[in-house]
């Protein structure tokens, strides 16, 4: 009898941990993603984009990137063309056929290396020469990019191209 308790004690203590722990990591989700539309947001102000308010709608803000980039993202010589419809669209089409085998994986490999084109010209514009390491951190600690974006939103952005 005494043992059944000890187990049912723990197995409690086991799953309050649990749900702390992913109250825990919302918690912390929330607060970087709010920085992060603080740095979109004030990025398109001091570009003087129409609709800077877009940072903070979830898929939409992938169209604000994709103006902040404009159309000069580029993967080796290759130019890639209107990113900031195909973000959007590309997100949407992975998350609907995410059960869809093939196709999800494509899609989804698509949106992160089209994704990660795009981020890299961010970084580009916004941290110089230390774009590949930034967009190195942020590929390993996906947190960081909604950092680095509220940490630059008042710099200078330089034009490279």
Sequence with gaps: MGGT???????ALASAAGVMAGILFLVIWLVFYVLSCVGLYGMAVNRRMDYPWLAWIPIVRY???????????Y???????YPQVILPLLFCLAVVTAGIPIVGNVLLVLFVFY??????????????????????LSMVFPLLFMLFVFLWRNRKWNEYL
């Design 5 to 11: 308790f000890l187990v049912s004690a723990v197995s």
């Design 63 to 73: 169209y604000l990137l994709g103006e902040l980039v404009s159309e000069k993202a």
């Design 75 to 81: 993967f080796i010589k290759w130019r890639l063309p």
């Design 115 to 136: 994704y990660d084109c795009v981020l890299y010209r961010l970084y580009r514009l916004y941290a110089g020469s230390h774009a590949p390491f930034d967009l190195l």
